[in-house]
């Protein structure tokens, strides 16, 4: 039985920056059309954002974080940040079934 494992996507933007509008309407668009995804999108010019930013070592936008990692930064195409959210929630069921 296969177990779906959430993904968790946050965006890290920026209102200054041209890109940040078309990252999130992609972003938009992909998660809607997939199951067990959380999607956040994340000012950088907020207090949280600037930690988030910090933690990631993250000074540009718009940037990709799955599952807590930088997976892309930039606009990625509809099937490129499908691909990347995919194979990270393999890599996540992957890893669960590891027995330490």
Do not use: W
Not at 14 to 19: F, G, V
Not at 86 to 99: G, K, L, Q
């Amino acid at each position: 039985m296969t177990r779906l494992t959430t993904t968790f996507v946050e965006l890290l933007t920026s209102p200054n920056c041209i890109h940040s509008p078309r990252a999130a309407r992609v972003a938009t668009q992909v998660i809607k059309e997939m199951e067990a995804v959380h999607f956040k999108e994340i000012s950088m010019v907020t207090d949280y954002g600037k930690e988030v930013a910090q933690e990631y070592g993250v000074d540009r936008t718009p940037a990709f974080a799955i599952n807590g990692r930088i997976a892309y930064i930039g606009v990625p195409t509809p099937e490129k940040l499908r691909q990347l959210i995919s194979e990270a929630a393999y890599d996540e069921r992957s890893r669960d079934s590891y027995f330490f």
